[in-house]
Every structure is written in C-alpha cells, then in structure tokens.
C-alpha cells in the first residue's frame, strides 16, 4: 500500500549527476512510490548559479541556500551532489542533526572522513549510502557490504576509473602516446579541464580506500593507500606489454595478506595477462573483480560514469534510505571491527617486467642476472634484443616483494654496463 504522505527529498547539486537524478525522480515518481510505500517529493534543489538554465527542474525549487535547505527540519533524505570537501562535509553533518539520511556520490570526502560520516550518521540514527562513490551505476558497495557479509573477501582488484582505462586503450588500440590519447580523452569529454585527479592516480585511490575498508572490515584511509598514475607510460610500455601477451591497465588492488593479518591497497599501471577478463574492458568502462573465500571469483562490469548510469546508483540508495525511513530502521553502518594493519608498499608481493638499456657485450646478461639473485628475486624469463654496441634486455620475474624489487633496481642503475632502466612495471592478474 503506497501512504499519501510524501517523504520530502532535498537535492544539493544539480549538475552532471544532479540534474539527471531530478529528471528520473520525476518521470519514474509512480514506479518509485511504489517501490518504496510513499511518493517522493523534491522540496527543493541547492545550486551555485541559480541563473543557470535547468530544464530537469521546477525552477521554483531553486535555491542557493544549501544551508537552509537541509536545516528545514522536515527533509527525510538529503542527496549530496555537489562532490569535494567543503561544503559538502559541513551539509551532510548538518541534514544528520535535523534528522535526514544522506546519500552521497562523494568518494574524495568518503576517503578521508568516511569514519566521522559513519559516526555521525549512528548518532542520530540515520542512512548514509553512497553507492555511486565508486564506479559509478556498477552495483558493488552493496555486494560488497550486504550480499557478501557471511563470507571472507580476499581480493578486490579493478578498473575504477574511466577517464584512465579510456587512455590506456587508446594507446593500446591505435598505437598513441599518453599525450595523444589524453587529448582525444579531452575532447571526447572523457577527461577534464584539469585531469590530475584522473592521471595520476587520485580519484582510484579514493575509491581504492573506499573498497578495501568495506571489503576488509578495516579502516583504510587516502594515506594507506599506495599511488601511482599513468603519466609516465610510454607508447613503448604498451608495445611491450603486447608482446608478453599482456595489457596495461590502471588497476586499484586491495587484498588481505596470505597470512591473514594484514591488508594492502594501491593504484598502480600494470600489465595483465590478455586472458584475464579485466584486459578486456575498453574505453572508460570500469570492472571490478572480486574474490571471496566461499563464492571464489566474482565480476562487476558496467558503466562506472556518467551523469544517468550515476543517478541510477543513487536512485538505488534513495529507495533504500526511504524504506528505512517508513520502516523506522536503518542500513548497515560502518563495520571496521576486524582492525587490521594496512602494510607498507614495500610489503605487497607480486611480479615485475622490468626493461634495461644494456652494453651489447659478453656477461652483461650474467651480471645483471647476479643482481636479481643478490635481492632474493628470481626470474622467469629474460628476452635480450642488440644492435650496434646497445642491447635491451626484458626481465620478468618470479613473485618478490615491492622492497626487494626497489633494490635491485638501485643495484642495477649503479652497473657500469647498465645504461639506463627503461621502465619498471608490475604483472597482475595471474
Ligand atoms: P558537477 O557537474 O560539477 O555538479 C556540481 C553541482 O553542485 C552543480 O549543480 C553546482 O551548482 C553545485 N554546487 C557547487 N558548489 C555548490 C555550493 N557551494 N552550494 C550549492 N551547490 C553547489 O558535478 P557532478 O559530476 O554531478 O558530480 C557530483 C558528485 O558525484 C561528485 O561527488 C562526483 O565525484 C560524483 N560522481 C560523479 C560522476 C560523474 O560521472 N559525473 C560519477 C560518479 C560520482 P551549479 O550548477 O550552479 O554550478
């Protein structure tokens, strides 16, 4: 039975995301009352430029007042689209005091504050959801945190950012460079005006955060969590990746230790092997490969932006925060009892393709070799290719931690024989 009584929305933001959440709430309104046993009304949406043409919207529902907006007192569910720290932190805190639930699509201040959200969102018995923080409509927070909750999650291992994954393919598909195929991002759309966050790294490493706190039960914050983004790929990294059989891809890796005791997270480039299913998400879709003691390998592919796949993931938790609300309970909240310490970079183990510009001459190959054995790392296989006095040398080794790798590239700088180290890069997926 749908009740007459609407529950009253406050929309803060209404631009890329925003503006298609407004759009759907209306034209979806019967599907979504009945869904959720009450009509949902849109009391009012908070902007920065009010003059801004809106077709989405009732322009009487415009206002500049974020502030007031979510201390009316009588709004059930505050959605928060409005992205970064400020504001954003200081309305999600308020709309919890005047007794809202939140959803948010907010991964940069989830990263850093999710534990005071969570701890705001308890104290006044309220919903904070944010499904859409990490790729976009793809279903995975909620797998993660409801669908998966009996069983132990090894390994997260994904495509989390599209803008990358977008220019990676590029690269791999026409041959570009990273120059190149960053342009074609931008005037796609792909990428912004300034992509820093996308290249190098930050956007993954929020959600990267995100991810393993979830999967692990652990607080893992933006500091724990190991970047590196894809500036310095070059065209012949790519090249190279092709002829192992690999594909470069910005991956965001979250796991549990072998033992158990601890959890590492990163954002890296890395090759994979073309067979591994993650080689084969193109463009700027995102996936998310997921591995659990009991349910073994799971996949999660789909769109991870873009203004109408994002408002599906927060229309999702609109209904959820909603029945809540009528039912008089709330969803899970943060569940960081396991405690676990999230180790060093140098403590993560894997595989490395390393590439030497080397002397063309007798016994380099053993010396360098002499090297790899000193730190303990061993190699599976060696391709050396010469000519004219200069040879380059292709090592990929055995699995060996990140601090045992470090060195041995510092040894291999300080020969005399060794001219340069052209690339380092780690192996995944195997
Ligand atoms: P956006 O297009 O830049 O829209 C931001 C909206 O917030 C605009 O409507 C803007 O008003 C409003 N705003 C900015 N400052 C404000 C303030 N101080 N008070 C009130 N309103 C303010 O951003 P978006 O792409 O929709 O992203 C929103 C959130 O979703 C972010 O957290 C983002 O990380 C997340 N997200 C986005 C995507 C995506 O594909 N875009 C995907 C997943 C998650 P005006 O319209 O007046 O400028």
Redesign the pocket.
Known sequence: MVRTRPLKVAL???????SQVARLMTTHAGDLAARIGAPVELAGI?????G?VRDEVPPGLVT?D?AGLVARGDIDVVLE????IE?ARTLINSAFEHGASVV?????LLAQDGPALYAAAEKHAADLYFE??VA?AIPLLRPLRESLAGDKVNRVLGIVNGTTNFILDRMESTGASYGEALAEASALGYAEADPTADVEGFDAAAKAAILAGIAFHTRVGLDDVHREGITEITAADVASARQMGCTVKLLAICERAEDGRSVTARVHPAMIPDRHPLAGVREAYNAVFVEAEAAGRLMFYGPG???VP?ASAVLGDLVAACRNKLGGGVGPGESAYARLPVSPMGEVVTRYHISLDVADKPGVLAQCAMVFADHGVSIDTVRQTGKDGEAKLVVVTHRASDAALGATVESLRRLDTVHGVASTMRVEGE
């Open positions: 803060l933001g209404c631009g890329v995301v925003g908070a902007v920065r430029r009010p801004k500049t974020a689209l409005i992205g970064g504001p948010t699509a907010n991964k940069a859409a923080s976009g932006a873009g203004g994002t």
